[in-house]
Each structure stands twice: as structure tokens, then as C-alpha cells.
């Protein structure tokens, strides 16, 4: 079974900084990709950023230039650090890991796993 924990969140100003962390725990060899989702109050769940184990990063357009996400594989870890950070952002964020191998040497790209969430809160 996986499990992921997020760290990090909590009450900024208004132009202020956070960094998020995602822990991935349990029977795994490698993730494939790793990401960020939010989901404001009244809204829908949405894409922040995501990066694969290679590098490769897809940010979503109300983020770009202030929010960099980045990985240490070996410890299967995401991190999500925010900058210039604005009252929309205020949500609660999630982690997701996809596409995982397990220690067995067992592949699933279908099965998605998620964090529980961490809050953060931008004053203006």
C-alpha cells in the first residue's frame, strides 16, 4: 500500500513564499509522475504542476513563474515551492502519484494516489 504526506502548508500574506513537501511511503521502486492539485471552496479540483521521475514538468498557466516544483527520487519525494503567492491560491493542496512500480517489479499507470491534503491560506 502507498501513502502520501503532505507537509508545508499554512497562513501567508499576500506576496509571501511557501514550500510544500510529499512524502511517498510503502512497497515502491520508482514513481513515474508526481504532482500538485489544489481545490478552492465551491470549486473543482485542478491541476497546480507535475513532474515525471525524468524531469519533465507541466505547470498549470495560473502558476507559471511563481510556483516551481521539483523532485528527489530517491526519496520519493515532490516538492512544491510557491512564490508571489496571491489570496486565489488559497485551497487545499493535494499530492498525487501515478504510474508506480512496486517493490515485486509490478507496473500500474492506471492507479492514482493521493495525499490527504494540506491548507494553505493567503490573507490580502
Known amino acids: 500500500q502507498v501513502q502520501l504526506v503532505e507537509s508545508g502548508g499554512g497562513l501567508v500574506q499576500a506576496g509571501g513564499s511557501l514550500r510544500l513537501s510529499c512524502a511517498a511511503s510503502g512497497s515502491i521502486s520508482s514513481i513515474n509522475a508526481m504532482g500538485w492539485y489544489r481545490q478552492a471552496p465551491g470549486k473543482q479540483r485542478e491541476l497546480v504542476a507535475s513532474m515525471t521521475s525524468g524531469g519533465r514538468t507541466n505547470y498549470a498557466d495560473f502558476v507559471k513563474g511563481r510556483f516551481t516544483i521539483s523532485r528527489d527520487n530517491a526519496k520519493n519525494t515532490v516538492y512544491l515551492q510557491m512564490n508571489s503567492l496571491e489570496p486565489e491560491d488559497t485551497a487545499v493542496y493535494y499530492c498525487?502519484?501515478?504510474?508506480?512500480?512496486?517493490?515485486?517489479?509490478?507496473?500500474?499507470?492506471?492507479?492514482?494516489?493521493w495525499g490527504k491534503g494540506t491548507l494553505v491560506t493567503v490573507s490580502s
Open positions: 498525487n502519484a501515478a504510474g508506480i512500480r512496486d517493490s515485486s517489479g509490478s507496473y500500474n499507470p492506471f492507479i492514482n494516489y
